[in-house]
Each structure stands twice: as structure tokens, then as C-alpha cells.
């Protein structure tokens, strides 16, 4: 009787250690999706802080020939359009502008934001405005492909609710 009371026993100690291995096991596999899941987040803001910072740069320059007329001269020199700083200078304007909503659809497309804000953040560009409209026909080349497609179809949509009317 001894024996079997032994055996049973071992065998209950056996089987919660088996237990014990097959929890730990679920446990570590948690915690190392855990952590790649935040190391993901960690790459992905990173990467959305570069790339804020070098669009911050070329909003700095643009800026600049904005609010003053010798940067704006220079720059109008470099991009062989002087004649008409007015002008020059509306186009900076423009590119401030569009590169924004730039910034906004990257951190959509990175998941940072959700649709609902890429809207909001995309309010200043007026898609509806013709002198936005002129200017986007000229220089989206200058817009990664995803980007020019979703503002081309939220225009197309926008004129597809005015002639529906």
C-alpha cells in the first residue's frame, strides 16, 4: 500500500511539473510577443520621428522664403524662378501645406493615426480650392505614388458630391 500511495505520489508531482513547464512555456511566449510587439513600436515611432524631422527641415527652408525676402530671393535664384518672388512664394506655401497632409498620411499608413484623423489633418489643404487643384496637378510628382493616389481620389470624390448636387 505504501508503494502505491508513493507512486501515486510521484505520478501527481510528475504531472504538476509537467504543468508547471507547459505554463512557463505559455508564459515566455507571451512575454517574447510582448516584447517584439514593443520593439516593433519602438522601430515604427522612430522611423515616424525621422522622417518628421526631415520634413521639418524642408518646412524650416520654406518658411524662411516665406518670411523673408532675401531667402526667398535665393531660393527663387536656385529654382530659376525669379521673376516673380509673389509667386515663388506661393508655391512654398503650397508645399508647406501639402507636405503636411505628406506627414499626416505617413503616420496613417504607419498606423499612428486612424483614417478619422488623416481627414481632420488633411482640412487645411481645401482639396476643393482651384488654386490647390492648379498647383497639386503641378507638383504631386514630388508626393510618393500611395499619397497622390488618396488625395487624386478624395478630389475626384469631392467633385463626384458637387455634380451630384
Do not use: C
Not at 513547464?21 to 514593443?38: C, Y
Not at 522611423?47 to 520654406?62: D, F, K, S, V
Not at 486612424?114 to 490647390?132: Q, V
Amino acid at each position: 500500500m505504501q508503494k502505491v500511495n508513493r507512486q501515486q505520489w510521484k505520478d501527481s508531482l510528475e504531472s504538476v511539473g509537467i504543468v508547471a513547464i507547459i505554463a512557463s512555456l505559455i508564459f515566455v511566449g507571451i512575454e517574447t510577443r510582448n516584447s517584439t510587439k514593443q520593439a516593433d513600436l519602438t522601430t515604427q515611432a522612430l522611423e515616424i520621428a525621422a522622417y518628421q524631422e526631415l520634413m521639418t527641415n524642408i518646412e524650416e527652408l520654406n518658411v524662411l522664403s516665406l518670411q523673408d525676402d532675401n531667402v526667398a530671393s535665393v531660393m527663387a535664384r536656385f529654382w530659376a524662378e525669379e521673376g516673380d518672388l509673389d509667386k515663388f512664394r506661393e508655391r512654398r506655401a503650397f508645399f508647406l501645406l501639402v507636405r503636411h497632409g505628406d506627414m499626416a498620411f505617413y503616420m496613417y499608413r504607419q498606423g499612428a493615426i486612424d483614417e478619422s484623423r488623416l481627414h481632420s489633418a488633411l482640412g487645411p489643404l481645401e482639396l476643393d480650392n482651384p488654386l490647390f487643384i492648379k498647383y497639386w496637378g503641378e507638383y504631386k510628382f514630388a508626393f510618393v505614388q500611395e499619397y497622390q493616389n488618396y488625395i487624386d481620389k478624395l478630389i475626384a470624390d469631392l467633385d463626384e458630391g458637387i455634380g451630384s448636387q
